[in-house]
């Protein structure tokens, strides 16, 4: 989620063009709904004048209006973005092409649920592309969320403590394949040594539509990995009341984050990958608990 090198020019053109091109959307989606009351207030006048009154007219509920010159201005949250991103000189680790993948999901789905494994340099621009919605941010690194924490207040962002270590990943992916990791359930109560169980929550009870998982650290040996980040995200996604997530793996040129994402989110729920980043879509389990692990 931190780069340690600065990313390219065209990505930080890119990032700004998408921020100008959803501050006109947002602008033309505003006048639309201004012009669209007014017509259905004049309607409604008319219609009023010429109809008897019954006792369920729709004349008794409150019809919403704006009428602030707020309506049209810009939110606050992607005014921060747009300055923030034009200004820095650091931008995202992951690629103009990566961010294009999630963030059609996200035009599509947003303001929804989004829940990110890790708090980087990218975690502004997630807050704003699900403009509206719920973003939460886990991140290992005590020092580093109270840094952010400082620049972006409005981040939702959360300390997560890893057990495992990279070189156990062999151990782990072979424990994770028996049933206590198969069957379908809450991970908090799971006895599958691969759940995170420590998690606020509200992360458990939260429906999410997107995961990210861009963390924890996993390029040494001794750093946690994402083998339990990839199989929590996957078992929150099948225990899901109904409905699908989109689940999203970077790094997965990396042995571990290649191996756990195909064998815990499965190559048959697989979208696309592009460059580092695949792209998973799980459907719930809890509707049939019959369905097989992997399609």
């Keep these: 989620m ?7 020019l065209s990505l930080k053109l890119l990032l700004i063009c998408v921020f100008i091109a959803f501050l006109l959307l947002f602008m033309l989606r505003s006048r639309l709904v201004s012009s669209n009351e007014s017509t259905t207030s004049s309607a409604s006048s008319i219609s009023h004048a010429l109809l008897p009154r019954s006792s369920s007219s729709s004349g008794d509920k409150k019809t919403r ?41 996200l035009d599509k789905k947003s303001p929804c649920n989004f829940l990110v494994f890790g708090l980087g340099h990218d975690s502004l621009m997630w807050h704003t592309l699900n403009f509206g ?38 151990v782990l992916i072979e424990a994770g394949k028996g049933p206590e990791c ?3 359930a809450d991970p908090r109560y799971s006895m599958c040594q691969l759940a995170l169980k420590g998690l606020p929550s509200e992360i458990y009870d939260i429906k999410w539509d997107l995961i990210m998982v861009d963390a924890p650290t996993g390029y040494y040996e001794d750093a946690p990995g994402r083998m ?3 199989y929590t995200a ?17 790094d997965v040129n990396r042995n ?40």
């Design 2 to 8: 931190r780069p340690k090198t600065q990313s390219s």
């Design 65 to 105: 209006t704006c009428s602030s010159p707020q309506c049209n201005k810009i939110p606050s949250s992607v005014a921060n973005s747009l300055i923030h991103y034009t200004t820095s000189t650091i931008t995202p680790q992951q690629t103009l092409k990566e961010i294009s993948v999630t963030s059609k999901i």
């Design 133 to 170: 919605g719920r973003t939460i941010f886990l991140e290992e690194d005590e020092t580093w969320i109270e840094q952010i924490k400082k620049r972006f207040p409005m981040l939702e962002s959360y300390h997560v403590t890893y057990d495992s270590k990279v070189n156990e990943a062999n």
């Design 182 to 184: 198969t069957a379908i």
């Design 228 to 230: 339990t980040a990839i």
């Design 234 to 250: 996957g078992m929150m996604a099948r225990n899901k009341e109904n409905g699908e997530t989109h689940v999203f793996v970077h």
């Design 256 to 295: 571990i984050e290649d191996k756990f994402s195909r064998e815990f989110l499965c190559d048959g729920y697989m979208k696309k990958q592009v460059g580092r980043l695949r792209h998973f879509t799980i459907p719930s389990h809890k509707s049939n608990l019959d369905m097989p692990f992997c399609p």
